[in-house]
């Protein structure tokens, strides 16, 4: 039987290159970005509610919220949070929300973001920088082995309210 020539692989269209990132303070008026890049996380949000939980956290004082931006398209977002705990004699700073953009992931976006966050916690004095991620996350959780975070921890969610039960995906 004769072997059939091999036809050439499509290959994908190349993305232009972005510009190189800069980490921005979020404002208020950042809320369609931060709907948009939640929404790559499949957390889904109008545009009126990230606004409101976006100008919640601003309010606090100690929940800043940054944007990567390359040139003027935000391609990634990290909220943090920052706490006294009674267990640690020093603060902790702990990510909330880190997501990149689907199309600079693989251009050290994420890597950016997780260096911005380390030098404010040690700005502020925290021991430690930690984050959580759902289980079935596997390409995150290489990220964060690969920026320096260990896995020291599981975290148990109770649901209490209906909405949060329907919206919480134990397998994310």
Not at 75 to 95: F, K
Request: proline share 6%; charged share 25%; hydrophobic share 45%.
């Amino acid at each position: 039987m004769a072997k059939r020539p091999q036809q050439p692989r499509a290959r994908k269209p190349a993305q232009p290159a972005l510009p190189a990132p800069r980490i921005r303070s979020a404002t208020a008026a950042d809320a369609r970005a931060v709907r948009d890049l939640l929404l790559e996380l499949g957390y889904r949000a109008s545009l009126r509610d990230a606004g409101r939980r976006l100008r919640a956290l601003l309010a606090t004082g100690s929940d800043p919220v940054f944007l990567a931006m390359a040139g003027e398209a935000a391609v990634g977002l990290m909220a943090l949070h920052r706490t006294a705990m009674l267990q640690y004699r020093e603060p902790v700073t702990r990510i909330t929300t880190l997501v990149v953009s689907e199309r600079a992931r693989g251009t050290g976006v994420g890597r950016l973001l997780v260096e911005h966050a380390a030098r404010l916690a040690k700005r502020w004095g925290c021991g430690v920088l930690e984050l959580t991620t759902g289980l079935a996350r596997q390409d995150a959780q290489a990220f964060y082995r690969a920026t320096g975070f260990d896995a020291t921890a599981v975290r148990f969610v109770q649901p209490l309210s209906p909405r949060m039960k329907r919206r919480l995906d134990y397998r994310a």
